[in-house]
C-alpha cells in the first residue's frame, strides 16, 4: 500500500490550495479515507474524512472552507482548501483505514496506512 500526497505550498492568506493523494496497491473505495495534519509541537489532528459510503465529515475549524473528495477516475483522494488562514500552517498527510467504515471517521488510531506528508504554509 502506497500513499502520495502533492499539492502543498505557500500561499497567502485568503488564497486556496488542492491537495492529492494517490493510492496504489488498495481498494481505497471500500475503505474510510482520511486527511490529516500536523503543526510543529502540536499533535496530528483529523481534518477531514469521506466513510466507504461516500459520506464526509471535517472539523470545525475548516468547515465551509474544506472539501474532501474522491476521485472519479483514479485512486486519488483531494482536498480542497479556500479561504486559508495562517493556522492552517502544517504537514498534511493523507491516510486510509484499511476497513470498510459506514461514517467518516477522524481518528488518528484509525487509520492503517499513511503517506510522507506534503506541507502548507499560509503566510503574506
Known amino acids: 500500500v502506497q500513499l502520495v500526497e502533492s499539492g502543498g505550498g505557500l500561499v497567502q492568506p485568503g488564497g486556496s490550495l488542492r491537495l492529492s493523494c494517490v493510492v496504489s496497491?488498495?481498494?481505497?473505495?471500500?475503505?474510510?479515507m482520511g486527511w490529516f495534519r500536523q503543526a510543529p509541537g502540536k499533535e496530528r489532528e483529523g481534518v477531514a474524512s469521506i466513510s466507504s459510503e461516500g459520506s464526509t465529515s471535517v472539523i470545525d475549524s475548516v468547515k465551509g472552507r474544506f472539501t474532501i473528495s474522491k476521485g472519479n477516475a483514479k485512486n486519488t483522494l483531494y482536498l480542497q482548501m479556500n479561504s486559508l488562514k495562517p493556522e492552517d500552517t502544517a504537514m498534511y498527510y493523507c491516510?486510509?483505514?484499511?476497513?470498510?467504515?459506514?461514517?467518516?471517521?477522524?481518528?488518528?488510531?484509525?487509520?492503517?496506512?499513511w503517506g510522507q506528508g506534503t506541507q502548507v504554509t499560509v503566510s503574506s
Open positions: 491516510a486510509a483505514s484499511g476497513r470498510y467504515c459506514y461514517r467518516p471517521r477522524l481518528g488518528v488510531a484509525e487509520y492503517n496506512y
Open positions: 496497491g488498495y481498494t481505497y473505495s471500500k475503505h474510510c
